[in-house]
Nanobody, 120 residues
């Protein structure tokens, strides 16, 4: 089994910054893509940013040039640095990862979510 545990959410004023972390633990052979999603009240969950094991990343247009995703493969951890936060960034942020538990078995795993609230 694999667990993803997020941390770093909270309340911040508009224009401020937060850094989210997500650590994977359990039976891990390797991790391919790690990403961050978010879900605001009354809206669908949306992809915020993703990063491959090789470090290639992509972002939603709404967060480009403000958010940076990174990962530490040795620690099975992914980060999301969020700068210049806006009220519309308020959401529950979820970590997600495609984890191989063996060389041939890959599973989709989700964290429990962490609340980010940006006050205007």
């Amino acid at each position: 089994q694999v667990q993803l545990v997020e941390s770093g959410g909270g309340l911040v004023q508009a224009g401020g910054s937060l850094r989210l972390s997500c650590a994977a633990s359990g039976t891990i052979f390797s991790i391919n893509v790690m990403d961050w999603y978010r879900q605001a009240p009354g809206k669908q969950r949306e992809l915020v940013a993703a990063i491959t094991s090789g470090g290639r990343s992509n972002y939603a247009d709404s967060v480009k040039d403000r958010f940076t995703i990174s990962r530490d493969n040795a620690k099975n951890t992914v980060y999301l640095q969020m700068n210049s936060l806006k009220s519309e960034d308020t959401a529950v942020y979820y970590c997600h990862a495609f984890v191989l538990t063996t060389a041939h078995n890959e599973y989709s795993n989700w964290g429990q979510g962490t609340q980010v609230t940006v006050s205007s």
